[in-house]
């Protein structure tokens, strides 16, 4: 089924130098090889392919770390914006009991300027009747005068504490703005790239298009038919059974698979587009799982997992560079059989796919240890 993506509020704020260095490192990626004199028009068209094939794989690449960068961002913004609220709250409660307290300390003055004074009062205790009744009028007193101690005290550990907060309210403010323009400036990056990918395509004629998509088709069939080499090579028999192995796993699939069909968005997290990392939270969040919002930070979660052991439900991952799992820029849950549920890229839509091996880092099941691994410092 086809959905038109919701709209996504994206910050307003561009950073034109960004811009111009990213187009800059485009346009160098885009570059098309020239035909020689003489050259057979098929074979050029086929180079063409080849080369259009490779452009846009790069950039659907680095438009997915853009995303994940952009993701990252946003959670960190939400966070801010939510701390500056709460913190609001706390300091706004602590000036109304300020308040409070200093109305009722102005009317213990009135009331102690009327009945005479401290003296007046202290002099009314002369006026019991017995020594325990003096030692009772003597206490009262001590406390009618001391609460106004205890209340000046109150309040100045009050305003220390409306001063503190009011500093980190500042602070959260600042943090706020500069996350805001780093949301800004991510946001500009992927749609830069989402862009020059289009202008690849529409660069190219009807039949080098063609061709390109012929050989993208031919890469991921090769990318699955390695993946599914490796599993045998792990001892693993393909046999075709997808079966969920308890009953948190079947909540995630059967919450994935909902949103079979829902387009991809960068940024989305639902109820009817995402991204990889947002369809993977989504799903779990279903099942009680809270995972991070990024797909490198959804890494850390869970017990890590080699081929042979691989179950329905684990999420898999993969990165840029094998050896670093801050380089992960996309992550999908193993649906069984060498097949994965996953929101791939912009101007797919979530669906069911073979695993490719082209990029692939690991696995982890989150559903066997959902504590989180504390990132690296």
Known sequence: MTREPRTRRVPRVRRLTAVAACAAGIATAIAW?????????????????????????????????ATERYDAVETQLGQAVTASMLAQREL?????????????????????????????????????????DLMDRYHDVSVAIGVDQVTVHAD?????????ITA??????????NLQAAAGNAAVEVTTLLNAQQRALAG?????????AQAAAAAAARSAANFTAALTAAGVTLT?????????????????RTKLGDPYLWGGT????????????FAYGIAGIALPRVASDQWRVGARVDLANLLPGDLLFWATNPADPATIHHVAIYFGDGLMIAA??????VKIEPVYMDGFFGATRPWANPAPVPPPK
């Open 168 to 177: 980190r309210l500042a602070a959260l403010a600042n943090k706020v703005t």
């Open 33 to 65: 090889p020239g035909a020689s004199a003489g050259a057979d028009p098929l074979a050029d068209a086929r180079a063409r392919a080849a080369a259009l094939a490779r452009t846009v794989a790069d950039l659907q690449t680095r438009a997915e770390i």
């Open 156 to 164: 100045q550990t009050r305003a220390d504490a409306a001063a503190r």
């Open 240 to 256: 075709g059974t997808t079966k969920p192995p308890n009953a948190t796993v079947a909540t995630v699939i059967a919450a994935a």
């Open 204 to 212: 190219a004629n009807q039949q080098v298009r063609s061709l390109a």
């Open 344 to 349: 791939p890229h912009t101007g797919d839509v």
């Open 92 to 132: 706004d409660a602590a000036q109304s009991q300020t308040q409070a307290d200093q109305d009722r300390a102005g009317a213990r003055v009135r009331a102690l300027y009327e009945s005479g004074g401290a003296t007046a009062l202290f002099a009314s205790i002369l006026d019991g009747t017995s020594p325990t």
């Open 270 to 281: 639902g109820p009817d587009a995402y991204d990889c990392s947002g369809l993977t939270q």
